[in-house]
């Protein structure tokens, strides 16, 4: 899996977030919170991703944006490391729940905990 987040890899399908919220699972690693639904799609991928940021705690634009920048940067170096081996596909929603702007090594630390607990209750 490369180190990149091309077009194909990122969640945009209304039904599919839908369902993903209604039927999926989810881990948390405060601030942070993955919901993820196994799923099919008709390109090679092994998961499409999407990211998320709360209004109602980040009320400004440029402060959502810029938590959604380091969202999307962290999940695009790690998920070579914790999705390689991974044949099922599957849509995940890496939702910012916090009320603190974060820094990047924040946000890191966070999304590797994040990771590794879905990767642990993936296996089991």
Not at 94 to 107: A, C, E, F, R
Request: charged share 30%; hydrophobic share 35%; no cysteine.
């Amino acid at each position: 899996m490369s180190v990149s987040y091309p077009k194909k890899e990122k969640l945009k399908s209304k039904k599919l977030i839908e369902q993903l919220f209604s039927e999926g699972q989810s881990v948390s690693a405060f601030p942070l919170r993955l919901v993820y639904m196994p799923t099919s799609f008709d390109d090679d991928v092994v998961a499409k991703t999407g990211v998320s940021v709360s209004k109602r705690n980040f009320k400004t634009a440029v402060d959502r944006n810029r938590i959604k920048r380091l969202l999307r940067e962290v999940y695009r170096l790690n998920k070579a490391v914790y999705f390689n081996n991974i044949t099922t596909q599957y849509a995940f929603m890496i939702l910012y729940i916090g009320k603190d702007k974060p820094t990047m090594t924040q946000v890191e630390s966070r999304m590797k905990l994040l990771f590794e607990k879905f990767s642990n209750k993936v296996s089991q």
